[in-house]
């Protein structure tokens, strides 16, 4: 029996962050003291923290420990396991407080957050079948395959889950269309694309508990009569990829995947798709395309996936995170599923939160948390005690939270009433020093450049609404372009062919309708409030502080600095091309902007 | 005259047909096949040389075109050779409100190559993608499979060395 457990986070974040280095450094040093049988070192999913990483945790005593090196494994293991001292200063401290919290359920990140999905996150090895069998794993599975199809089918609509890829729409009705189906041949797709450009829900869950989400396939498989499946991962995702791999061998050896599963007659198979880098792939039916092997394009809907899917045959498509709450539902129940969350949105969500607040990362929250919870309370506040402006939610196809609607309760419904959507649950906060028209163009080329090009609202309109925001954030704005983006946004919105043109509007109808004052700044002013926008700026240097040590008149490519050595420096307007290559390099903070 | 015909059935002389073939093997009757054919002649050659796509082309039974449309379509695929390695900077959106663009700059500057390029000693290749999905600690880039996180302007050159 070991004494301990020693948790090291191994997700993607952590490993760049040198996980690795930190186990071997840690499997050196417990050989070192002869602890390699008192102590064992586990490898773990993500845990959300991804910031503070490479993160440490230390079992039965359940001590955070957090951006440890591997020079620091010495002193923990001598401090900490030999003479059973807390290595304090590795412990977290909270920014605003400054208190150091050594167990990991007082730091308020994990304090609000209710991870029911992610439960195994960060908690079990991904890599071994047996840990996620001890924790309740493929019970669900076990309970679904007691049952007639159509009362799976009943429970999950009761449960009143929606999908978490975007849309929420019911996952229960989704299922009822594919079991309602006639066809010899049904799939089970699950969405693991995740394209929207800030996220990473669906990513740590692949990573750090795969099996709860084939175990999830499974049941959506026994539900609407389906015998194969197809989980479509975006190539960009390597660790997802080989702990799928590693999950679904491991499954296959246990008798959970193949032939007359646990003995019920019920016959499953699952395949991997590598997506190829295509935003628009995530969208259903050029997801299908791409998993044909073809161009990944959208078609018109009806007939939908769940009719006439994957070669034709009835499809049922879902995201991660949806699939990965179903076995949860199955083994614990409907009632107990639905007594979390708000009346329109049970259940929790994951976020990636990300931005400008302290603590940026992975958390779980139950639906109806207020965004100031999650900015505040989970995102420790804006960091470097600036002023919140405003969060972005829902990628590009979702839209910005001013200030005033701090207290919004985050749910399907109160989100679309926004103006922006949950989208896939990517969640930025940004502070007085983003610009919200800048927000608004780079979301429009990120759009604009994955449109695939098929139907012309998107193609042509996104183009359009990105050259207006170009020259606005350029100092070219004019004064009808706010219109103009108005009169093609709305265009766009009503007549595209799928989800990416229909939403693509979204960060520019959210920024205008709240952040107005922004664009009318960028036009009728020439400046940019945020200060972001870089042909608005105009450069000066600041006397007092400037020292003369000519460092910038070096850097200035046209010579526009001039001054004495050791006298305080002048910009000429004039000349200046507003680089920013001096206050880049001033080191004193001298060369400022207005 | 047209000269297409000419041009699709033409045959490389130096061209490894057979490797080609060889990892035909795997998918040939199967369906779906195209996007992980290409990846595995990606794999194999570091790019998607125009032989390679015109014997597919043909082994398949379908236009050029077809196959080029595919290859096309898609980020991950590319129609040149690449460098040995490969960077990719993210312009995710976590990162660019954490600033990547001055990172992006300095990278211009360092490689002496615009986004796409590859340096003349052919040592990296330089590219962008949407979210590499370690958005905790943006900025973010891949060098090959390693991923390297908050980073810095003046920090690349440092990490650049290691290769
Ligand atoms: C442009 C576009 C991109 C999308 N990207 C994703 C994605 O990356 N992941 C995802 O799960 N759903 C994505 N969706 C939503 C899917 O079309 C689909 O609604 C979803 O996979 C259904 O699963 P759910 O009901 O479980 O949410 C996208 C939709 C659009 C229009
Ligand atoms: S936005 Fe850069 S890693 Fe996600």
Redo the contacts between chains.
């Keep these: 029996m070991y004494e301990k457990q020693i948790l090291i986070c191994a997700g993607?974040?952590c490993?760049?962050?040198g996980a690795y280095e930190v186990k071997e450094a840690l499997d050196n040093e417990l050989q070192k003291n002869n602890m390699e049988d008192k102590v064992r070192v586990i490898l773990s999913g993500c845990h959300g923290?991804?910031?503070k990483?490479p993160l440490l945790i230390v079992y039965p005593e359940d001590i955070f420990y957090c951006e440890v090196t591997g020079e620091d494994m010495p002193e923990l293991v001598e401090q900490h396991l030999v003479n059973g001292n807390i290595v304090e200063r590795l412990l977290y401290k909270d920014p605003n407080t400054e208190q150091i919290v050594s167990n990991h359920e007082e730091i308020l990140f994990y304090s609000k957050q209710k991870r029911l999905v992610l439960r195994n996150c960060g908690v079990i090895d991904p890599e071994n079948i047996d840990e996620y069998i001890i924790r309740g794993g493929y019970q669900g599975l076990k309970n679904a395959l007691d049952k007639d199809p159509s009362e799976v089918v009943e429970m999950i609509k009761n449960s009143g889950l929606r999908g978490r890829g975007g849309a929420g729409f019911p996952a229960g009705m989704k299922w009822e269309f594919a079991y309602r189906s006639q066809g010899d041949k049904k799939y089970v797709v699950c969405n693991a694309d995740?394209?929207?450009?800030?996220?990473?829900m669906d990513?740590s869950t692949l990573e750090g508990d795969p099996h709860a989400v084939l175990e999830g396939i499974m049941i959506a498989g026994k539900a609407i009569g389906s015998d194969e499946a197809y989980i479509y991962v975006r190539?960009?995702?390597?660790l997802a990829i080989k702990r799928l791999r590693t999950a679904i061998a491991q499954a296959e050896e246990y008798g959970l995947i193949g032939e007359n599963i646990l003995n019920s007659g019920f016959n499953y198979k699952v395949n991997i798709?590598?997506g190829?880098?295509?935003?628009v792939c995530g969208e259903e039916t050029a997801l299908l395309a791409?998993?044909?092997?073809?161009?990944?394009?959208p078609r018109p809907r009806p007939p939908f996936p769940a009719v006439k899917g994957l070669?034709g045959k009835p499809t049922c498509i879902n995201n991660v995170e949806t699939l990965a709450n179903v076995p949860l539902i199955m083994r614990k129940g409907v009632k107990w599923f639905t007594s979390v969350g708000t009346e329109g949105s049970k259940g929790t969500k994951i976020f990636?939160l990300?931005?400008?607040v302290n603590n940026?990362?992975?958390c779980e929250v139950p639906m109806g948390i207020t965004l100031r919870e999650v900015v505040f309370d989970i995102g420790g506040g804006i960091r470097g005690g600036k002023k919140y402006k405003a969060v972005?939610i829902g990628?590009p196809s979702g839209g910005c939270i001013p200030e005033s609607l701090l207290d919004l309760p985050i749910d399907f419904d109160s989100l679309t009433q926004a103006g922006a959507m949950m989208g896939s649950g990517?969640l930025?906060a940004?502070d007085e020093e983003?610009c919200m028209v800048d927000?608004a163009r780079?979301?429009l080329s990120?759009t604009q450049n994955?449109s695939?090009g098929k139907c012309t609202p998107c193609r042509e309109g996104t183009k359009r609404m990105l050259e207006i925001l170009e020259r606005i954030t350029e100092g070219k704005g004019e004064a009808e372009d706010i219109s103009r983006l108005e009169k093609i946004a709305v265009t766009v919105k009503d007549s595209s062919l799928c989800g990416l043109g229909q939403t693509a509007p979204n960060p520019i109808l959210t920024t205008l309708r709240y952040f107005r004052d922004e664009y009318e700044a960028h036009i009728y002013d020439r400046r940019c409030p945020a200060g972001m926008c870089k042909e608005l700026l105009s450069y000066y240097i600041d006397p007092e502080i400037c020292n003369g040590c000519r460092a910038c008149t070096k850097v200035c490519p046209v010579e526009a600095i001039t001054g004495e050595k050791k006298e305080p420096h002048v910009i000429d307007e004039e000349k200046c091309i507003a680089c920013g290559a001096c206050l880049?390099r001033c080191k004193f903070g001298a060369v400022k902007t207005k | 005259m047209c000269q297409c015909q000419e041009a699709a059935t033409s045959v490389e002389e130096n061209f490894e047909y057979e490797k080609v073939e060889s990892l035909l093997q795997d998918y040939l009757d199967k369906k779906g096949v195209m996007v992980p054919i290409l990846q595995a002649i990606q794999e194999e050659f570091g790019y998607l040389p125009r032989p390679a796509l015109e014997y597919v082309a043909k082994r398949l039974r379908i236009p050029v075109s077809k196959v080029f449309g595919v290859a096309t379509f898609y980020a991950q695929f590319h129609l040149e050779p690449r460098g040995e390695n490969i960077i990719r900077l993210c312009r995710g959106t976590a990162c660019h409100v954490r600033g990547v663009a001055k990172v992006a700059d300095k990278m211009q500057e360092h490689l002496g190559v615009d986004v796409g390029g590859t340096t003349p000693d052919m040592k990296f290749t330089y590219e962008e993608v949407a979210c590499i999905g370690a958005c905790g600690l943006a900025p973010v880039m891949m060098i090959n499979d390693r991923t390297f996180g908050k980073l810095e302007p003046d920090k690349l050159k440092g990490i650049l060395e290691q290769f």
């Design positions: 993607t974040g490993i760049s962050s923290f991804c910031e990483g995740e394209g929207d450009p800030g996220a990473f990513r190539a960009e995702y390597p798709k590598e190829a880098g295509a935003f791409s998993i044909e092997g073809e161009r990944g394009m070669w990636a990300t931005g400008k940026t990362g992975l972005q990628g990517g930025v940004m983003t927000l780079y979301f990120f994955e695939c880049d």
